[in-house]
């Protein structure tokens, strides 16, 4: 069972309406980027679990051209509220001559999609973007190069919307910042 939820713990950021608004404008910018993918080669997401599984869950339904979805693991934060400095990624992706569009919950220092970019790409894609529902670019040491992003936040700990903390927090509708 989650921990309970009170508004001493977290601060509500962007309400269920806010996000599910800027998912909608998201989708219809991909739809209309990657307008010329066929049924034959469909746009392919790559969601970055476990943080995504619900920003990547809603953004798919949105999307009105041929698209697929599948995942990759990533871990760079352990129990604590910082990141670890290593980032262990888990795959079984066939991607060679694909559309990738990699969809992230939160872009933070950047090493971990810088990482997951660089082995994405040793399989030769035909393109590779990145989403991500939040940026937090203060936070920032490892350049990234974001196609779409969601809201930018700042250098705060979010929950919510599938981000957890310790495992709890993912199924806030909302995004909040835990307090400490
Ligand atoms: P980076 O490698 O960019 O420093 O960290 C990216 C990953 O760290 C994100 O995918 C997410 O899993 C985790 N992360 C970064 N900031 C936060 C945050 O504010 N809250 C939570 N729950 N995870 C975060």
Known sequence: ??????SNTITPLFSA??????????GKAIANDFALVTPECPLLLIAVLKG???FAADLLRTITIPC?????HASSYGSEK????SVSIKHNLTITDRHLLIVEDIIDTGLTMQQITAELLTMKPASLGI???LDKPEARKHPVDITYTGFMVPDTFIVGYGID????????????VLNS
Do not use: Q, W
């Open 68 to 72: 697929c979805i599948d995942f990759v």
């Open 165 to 176: 903390y310790n495992e709890h927090y993912r199924e806030l509708p909302f995004l909040g």
């Open 131 to 133: 989403c991500t529902l």
């Open 82 to 85: 910082t990141s670890s400095g």
């Open 17 to 26: 309406g806010a996000i599910e608004k800027r998912v909608s404008e998201i």
């Open 52 to 54: 995504a599984f619900i």
């Open 1 to 6: 069972m989650s921990e309970p939820y009170t």
